[in-house]
């Protein structure tokens, strides 16, 4: 697996670093609900990295394994909704 390094992004300017925060999560501030999720989906992926040591983006398994992976994610989503469900009817 290719090791992944963490790289800096600068502004247009060249000047200073991107911070994920500043400029791109409080550029949605009409919106908390977008910012949270937009945080989420950046602790999601610092998971992903460390836990297969490469970005997405890097990630070469290929179509099946990303079928694979995508199908198990559903199958897992299948199941707290039946849970849910279940708690809605007082099971």
Do not use: C, W
């Not at 500043?22 to 949270?36: A, E, L, Y």
């Amino acid at each position: 697996m290719k090791q992944y390094s963490t790289s800096t992004t600068f502004s247009q300017d060249h000047k200073q670093p991107v911070s994920l925060e500043r400029d791109v999560i409080n550029g949605f501030d009409k919106d908390p609900i977008v910012q949270k999720v937009i945080r989420k989906f950046a602790e999601r992926s610092e998971v992903g990295i460390k836990k297969y040591n490469t970005t997405l983006q890097d990630n070469n398994d290929g179509l099946l394994k990303f079928l694979t992976h995508l199908q198990e994610e559903l199958m897992d989503a299948t199941l707290y909704v039946e849970k849910i469900k279940e708690i809605i009817d007082g099971k």
